[in-house]
């Protein structure tokens, strides 16, 4: 059935303030499409804590190499999905490098979240424009395509990126009677449960470049393919990548994963899986325990803490911790 429009409308711009950290964000990319939520699950770190580490905001299929904003942040520790690009910061970068599992797969494994017993059909994830990478698909072509596919991929539905139903492009989608999801605001928590209450109710997965969404759904075992005019992107304004048009065949690692899934090849296979696997985190984790203890030795690291409102009482929790007998000290400030 898909949402309405106003549904659509709503949910790209509702951020969930009861539930959200962001207005205590010190590190968008820790806290985006609900990582943070996650993030701090697998650490048993308090939710009215910010999160001083700067991680990966998706697994990085394309390339291992990392990003300016990775190497060039001031936060005290970085986490990354892949072993191999741990390895890479570790030589770029005067700090610890993690390895960390997706935030995504965590809350999936965690709360048991599978594919419907009565999945049907296919989800599209378009690969999504933001506000300074423009992509230039032709979307009434790339519907056709959708459209082509053989029966046992039909109904086709579409899941758009808020930036993109911004841009309109739903009513593009629904002009052809194609049914319109979306996760929402990439700043609620919610997002995280939101994209696999979508995923679930499918057979298939496709995109139309090699994406997250495609790990996402390979790591649950839903076939995902790519298929149709491939994406077009022109770099307006992203000082991470160099500007003008975006070309992801350039990486070896994206052309590797790109001919593996290329429609009409669905198959979920032992190389694809481990590829997935490595590049999601979930080889290479440290444990929660270890999550634990980073997460926190990365808050007293921050040059700022002294101005944090909460510092007094975590300090004083701290020398409680190592000396007991202030607990009863009836002057101890």
């Excluded at 009434?140 to 086709?156: A, G, N, R, T």
């Excluded at 030795?297 to 300090?315: Q, T």
Aim: with cysteine.
């Amino acid at each position: 059935m898909g949402m309405t429009k106003e549904e659509l409308l709503r949910l790209t711009e509702e951020i969930n303030v009861n539930n959200n950290m962001i207005s205590n964000c010190k590190y968008w990319s820790s806290e985006i499409y609900g990582f943070g939520k996650y993030f701090r699950e697998y650490g048993f770190y308090p939710r009215f804590l910010p999160l001083h580490i700067y991680s990966d905001h998706g697994p990085p299929l394309d390339t291992d190499e990392p990003f300016a904003c990775e190497i060039n942040n001031d936060s005290p520790v970085l986490m990354v999905f892949p072993k191999a690009k741990k390895e890479i910061l570790e030589q770029k970068v005067n700090k610890p490098v993690y390895n960390i599992i997706s935030p995504f797969v965590f809350y999936r494994r965690k709360y048991k979240i599978k594919q419907a017993e009565n999945a049907r059909g296919t989800i599209s994830f378009p690969a999504h424009s933001t506000p300074w990478v423009e992509d230039c698909l032709d979307h009434e072509i790339y519907i056709k395509q959708l459209k082509e596919l053989p029966d046992e991929f039909q109904p086709v539905s579409v899941c758009l990126h808020m930036h993109d139903i911004r841009k309109g492009l739903h009513e593009v989608y629904m002009k052809h009677g194609i049914p319109v999801y979306t996760a929402g605001n990439s700043l609620d928590y919610r997002f995280t449960k939101r994209f696999y209450d979508i995923l679930k109710d499918f057979k298939y997965s496709t995109s139309n470049a090699v994406s997250s969404c495609c790990a996402y759904s390979i790591e649950m075992g839903i076939p995902s393919f790519v298929y149709g005019e491939h994406c077009q992107y022109i770099n307006i304004s992203n000082e991470n990548i160099p500007p003008g048009e975006y070309d992801a065949f350039k990486y070896s690692k994206y052309k590797k994963y790109f001919y593996i899934m290329k429609y009409p090849n669905i198959e979920i296979s032992k190389e694809l899986q481990l590829m997935i696997y490595d590049d999601l985190g979930i080889t290479n984790t440290i444990s929660r325990l270890k999550m634990t203890y980073v997460l926190y030795m990365a808050y007293f690291k921050n040059p700022d803490i002294k101005n944090d409102i909460i510092f007094p009482f975590l300090r004083r929790t701290k020398e409680i911790i190592r000396k007991p007998k202030l607990l009863f000290k009836e002057n101890y400030q």
